[in-house]
């Protein structure tokens, strides 16, 4: 059972709401990059990306190194798995509750052909 903390759900959420910090994941999945390789990639000044990439890392989602006076990120270890079974519960609530209803609209859809129109 995956355990939920609601710091990590928190930072995670918060890093994955960014489209560039998610193009920034998408882009590392391919392979590592400088942030200086990230920055030209996205069209932004190495200050706006090392941002992006801070928030990344404290969700765990990029890990980076220091070599000289470039700074390589990659993927991190973590994986999304607490994030994938939280949003698996809603879509289970959700589903569940969009099943009932359509259990509703069958009936009433049935009385309606058996009674006729209601007035």
Same mark, same amino acid.
């Given at each position: 059972?995956?355990?939920?903390?609601? /710091?990590? #759900?928190? !930072?995670?959420?918060?890093?994955?709401?960014?489209? *560039?910090? =998610?193009?920034? $994941?998408?882009? @590392?999945?391919?392979?590592?990059?400088?942030?200086?390789?990230?920055?030209?990639?996205?069209?932004?000044?190495?200050?706006?990306?090392?941002?992006?990439?801070?928030?990344?890392?404290? /969700?765990? #989602?990029? !890990?980076?190194?220091?070599?000289?006076?470039?700074? *390589?990120? =990659?993927?991190? $270890?973590?994986? @999304?798995?607490?994030?994938?079974?939280?949003?698996?519960?809603?879509?289970?609530?959700?589903?569940?509750?969009?099943?009932?209803l359509d259990k509703i609209?069958?009936?009433?859809?049935?009385?309606?052909e058996s009674h006729g129109?209601?007035?």
């Amino acid at each position: 059972m995956v355990q939920f903390s609601d /710091a990590q #759900l928190d !930072a995670s959420f918060a890093a994955l709401s960014d489209a *560039t910090r =998610r193009g920034v $994941l998408e882009r @590392l999945g391919r392979g590592n990059a400088s942030i200086t390789d990230l920055a030209d990639r996205f069209h932004m000044t190495l200050t706006g990306m090392k941002k992006h990439v801070e928030v990344l890392e404290k /969700a765990g #989602l990029v !890990a980076t190194e220091k070599v000289g006076r470039v700074r *390589t990120c =990659r993927l991190g $270890l973590r994986a @999304l798995q607490a994030e994938m079974a939280w949003i698996e519960g809603y879509r289970q609530l959700w589903t569940a509750r969009f099943d009932e209803l359509d259990k509703i609209v069958e009936e009433l859809k049935a009385r309606e052909e058996s009674h006729g129109p209601e007035r």
